[in-house]
T-cell receptor, first 114, second 113 residues
Framework: DVKVTQSSRYLVKRTGEKVFLECVQD?????MFWYRQDPGLGLRLIYF???????EKGDIPEGYSVSREKKERFSLILESASTNQTSMYLC?????????????FGDGTRLSIL | QKEVEQDPGPLSVPEGAIVSLNCTYS??????FMWYRQYSRKGPELLMY????GNKEDGRFTAQVDKSSKYISLFIRDSQPSDSATYLC?????????????FGTGTLLAVQP
């Protein structure tokens, strides 16, 4: 079974802090994704990566950046956290095509910005 | 108009009922369709994965795709309290303009014992 592990289940940070969310997958998948999930808005794609050191903006990249130095690890960075970034953050990975393969998700990080 | 529409619910049914969950979509290029189940405070897990039109059955779950109507369904037979969760549909194409999965917003299901 694919395992996608997110480093923190719950995180509380302050406005203006730089926040790092970490994700590791153990299936040698080339594609990794970061989403945020909010009530009524569903899953929104922030960034994705299709290879080491490669990244592409998703639908809502503003205020975020990402890093992929190793194939198994994909980090999401909130450069200067704001209260509107309070959300559930989900990491996912897949192999093959971006639009035709199921994605495997971690259990999420519930981030609160105070 | 959203690319994928899903009734948010909540949907409450008694144990043993047949549940029907649905999504409609607008992009006729979509060929790959998925259903995910998400328990509270957990990530989505893949339930069903289908290609193009037709039915697929797995135990108590049946996924149905009607591409002519741009409509997909997930049926749950003999529903159990353990089926209580949010169900998300997802869909996409391969190599097309979208080239990513599009998710519905999810339907919250509660199965009452």
């Amino acid at each position: 079974d694919v395992k996608v592990t997110q480093s923190s289940r719950y995180l509380v940070k302050r406005t203006g802090e730089k926040v790092f969310l970490e994700c590791v997958q153990d299936m040698d998948h080339e594609n990794m994704f970061w989403y945020r999930q909010d009530p009524g808005l569903g899953l929104r794609l922030i960034y994705f990566s299709y290879d080491v050191k490669m990244k592409e903006k998703g639908d809502i990249p503003e205020g975020y950046s990402v890093s992929r130095e190793k194939k198994e690890r994909f980090s999401l960075i909130l450069e200067s956290a704001s209260t509107n970034q309070t959300s559930m953050y989900l990491c996912a990975s897949t192999t093959g095509g971006l639009g035709n393969q199921p994605q495997h998700f971690g259990d999420g990080t519930r981030l609160s910005i105070l | 108009q959203k690319e994928v529409e899903q009734d948010p619910g909540p949907l409450s049914v008694p144990e043993g009922a047949i549940v029907s969950l649905n999504c409609t979509y607008s992009n006729s290029a979509f060929q790959y369709f998925m259903w995910y189940r998400q328990y509270s405070r957990k990530g989505p897990e893949l339930l069903m994965y289908t290609y193009s039109s037709g039915n697929k059955e797995d135990g108590r779950f049946t996924a149905q795709v009607d591409k002519s109507s741009k409509y997909i369904s997930l049926f749950i037979r003999d529903s159990q309290p353990s089926d209580s969760a949010t169900y998300l549909c997802a869909m996409g194409d391969y190599g097309g303009a979208t080239n990513k999965l599009i998710f519905g917003t999810g339907t919250l299901l509660a199965v009452q014992p």
